[in-house]
């Protein structure tokens, strides 16, 4: 059975950062797309960042600069390191694991990030 739990989400204030994990049980992680998306109420699910098999990474534009995410092959966990975090950035953040090529996607439960004063 796969899973992917996150943690790390909470209540930050602009300006500050917060580190999410996703660990994964059932699947290596390192032979999987690794990503992380984001959702607030009434929108759709939005790339945050990806990590791929072979480790290269891609961010959204609204991102770049200020997340990171990498990958702990001995841990099979992957991060989300968020740096100079902004009102915007609040959303529930998924986890994802995908082999898009033989149509295998996972999602993980999603942990809640707010950005509020």
């Known amino acids: 059975q796969v899973q992917l739990v996150e943690s790390g989400g909470g209540l930050v204030q602009p300006g500050g950062s917060l580190r999410l994990s996703c660990a994964a049980s059932g699947i290596i992680c390192s032979m999987y797309n690794m990503g992380w998306y984001r959702q607030v109420p009434g929108k759709q699910r939005d790339l945050v960042a990806v990590?791929?098999?072979?480790?290269?990474?891609n961010y959204a534009d609204s991102v770049k600069g200020r997340f990171t995410i990498s990958r702990d092959n001995a841990e099979n966990t992957v991060y989300l390191q968020m740096n100079s975090l902004k009102a915007e950035d609040t959303a529930v953040y998924y986890c994802?694991?995908?082999?898009?090529?033989?149509?295998?996607?996972?999602w993980g439960q999603g942990t809640q990030v707010t950005v509020s004063s």
């Open positions: 990590i791929s098999r072979g480790g290269t990474t």
């Open positions: 994802n694991a995908a082999r898009p090529l033989v149509g295998i996607n996972y």
